[in-house]
């Protein structure tokens, strides 16, 4: 099972509802706990998302033998978990990258791009609005500023 580890553009409110009554079916199965991670993700929700990957590490450490794997290797909520607390940081050097970038060069249509896309990772959803206005206004017919535009007004 593979894990999207970046939040998604929109959630469906039906995948979420789906996924907690699972857990409560089946409140042992790991995978079904990591689904629900992943919608807490998609949402934001760090707190029920750690939660939730707390639960299924004490799974994984209870029955390792049936633990699934992920090419291999054998899947850990708790390394998921960190992936997930070091990514805003992460993101954070990205920005100051992309920021860099048009200081030097303001007319780089892509670089604002990019900063749009990297805030709205961490939920800064003004300032990826901030970024995406001067995108077009560089270049107003750029089909990928557009598609996140519309993400944006969602």
């Known amino acids: 099972m593979i894990i999207n580890l970046l939040p ?7 995948a979420f509802e789906q996924a907690k009554i699972t857990v409560m079916l089946f409140p042992k199965d790991i995978s079904i706990h990591l689904i629900l991670a992943q919608e807490y993700l998609k949402r934001g929700d760090v707190e029920a998302l750690e939660r939730e990957l707390l639960l299924s590490q004490e799974l994984v450490e209870k029955n390792p033998p049936s633990t699934p794997s992920v090419l291999g290797e054998a899947l850990s909520p708790i ?6 607390k070091n990514e805003p940081q992460r993101i954070g050097q990205e920005i100051s990258y992309w920021e860099n970038v048009v200081s030097q060069k303001p ?43 519309r993400v944006l007004e969602e």
Request: aromatic share 14%; net charge positive; no cysteine.
């Open 79 to 84: 390394k998921i978990l960190e992936k997930i």
């Open 8 to 14: 998604l553009p929109s959630f469906d409110l039906f």
């Open 107 to 149: 007319d780089y249509r892509d670089a604002y791009l990019q900063l749009a896309i990297l805030n709205y990772r961490i939920y800064k959803n003004e300032k990826a609005k901030e970024y995406l206005k001067r995108a077009r206004e560089i270049d107003p017919n750029y089909e990928p500023a557009r598609g996140l535009e």
